[in-house]
């Protein structure tokens, strides 16, 4: 009864390495091109963003000249009416066109001297039923509705700024 060493031609379970590896995928290999692979789809959706974003940033400052041009000419209820036709064929990306709702609006407020009609209005842009009247042609558009109540918003921003800035 002695000690039952194991012979040198038993079969031991260690595996070594390298062992069997011809049956097995190389999972590394594949991994790594996985990673990469989504690293380069990263990169162009990336490149691809910020391309569209630049554009839509070109658009909209152009678009904000315009507007400042066209605005000598326009009434401030005229420039809420092409503030939001100018946002219903916005091409640039809707977060953008959004935000740039103000922007336009300024700049066709700021292409003349408002002073006057913020005068005549007096305290009614603080109402929030300013420019319900001139909003409800668009009650059945929720995106050109939202622009032109977001218009009459920038106006009483617009008379607001103009007050400040007369005030001694």
Not at 11 to 33: E, I, V, W
Not at 46 to 55: H, I, K, L, S, T
Request: one cysteine or more; proline letters at 5%; aromatic letters at 8%.
């Amino acid at each position: 009864m002695a000690d039952s060493a194991p012979t040198p031609t038993a079969k031991t379970h260690s595996r070594l390495p390298g062992a069997h590896d011809a049956d097995r995928p190389p999972l590394a290999g594949f991994t790594l091109r996985f990673l990469a692979g989504i690293f380069v789809f990263a990169g162009l959706l990336g490149a691809f963003a910020y391309v569209r974003f630049m554009q839509s940033e070109k658009y909209i400052g152009e678009s904000h000249k315009r507007m400042l041009a066209a605005g000598a000419a326009l009434s401030p209820e005229q420039c809420a009416h092409e503030v939001v036709a100018w946002r219903a064929e916005c091409p640039a990306l809707n977060l953008l066109c959004d935000a740039g709702v103000m922007r336009i609006a300024d700049g066709c407020l700021s292409g003349a001297d408002r002073t006057a009609y913020c005068a005549s209005v007096g305290d009614a842009t603080a109402s929030t039923e300013f420019g319900y009247d001139e909003c409800r042609q668009y009650e059945t558009d929720r995106k050109k509705k939202k622009t032109c109540g977001s218009m009459f918003r920038a106006i009483d921003t617009h008379c607001r700024r103009l007050a400040s800035e007369g005030a001694p």
